[in-house]
């Protein structure tokens, strides 16, 4: 949505082609040649794709994500999933949440 809101020329894009994000990458379309009106000549799903994602860093890096844990859950790899920086993040914010919960214990004594 921050990206929609940012960038006005391709609004359009994003809103109407925002599935393909959704969308497994091992589903793509690589063949298929159809005319899509938003770009004004024949593509197929991928390369709408990248054109979305290189818009913006951040999208991509969200999208990389997204593709990776979707393919953990969906090969049961958990033990891959706990490596990435998202589960380690979380796992350190909620030590952190225990912590300032006993500290608070604390004092409330």
């Known amino acids: 949505i ?3 809101n940012r960038d006005k020329k391709n609004y359009n894009k ?12 091992t589903k793509l379309d ?3 040649y159809t005319y899509h009106r938003c770009f004004k000549k024949h593509m197929c799903e991928v390369e709408i794709l990248h ?17 990776y844990v979707q393919h953990c859950i969906k090969t049961k790899d958990f ?20 912590q300032l919960r006993r500290e608070y214990a604390k004092v409330r004594l």
């Open 30 to 32: 690589y063949k298929n």
């Open 2 to 4: 921050n990206v929609m």
């Open 51 to 67: 054109y979305l994602i290189d818009l913006d860093s951040e999208l991509k890096a969200s999208y990389e994500l997204y593709q």
């Open 79 to 98: 033990e891959l999933l706990k490596k990435t920086q998202l589960y380690e993040n979380r796992h350190q914010d909620n030590q952190q949440i225990h």
């Open 14 to 25: 994003l809103k109407k082609y925002w599935k393909l994000l959704l969308k497994d990458q």
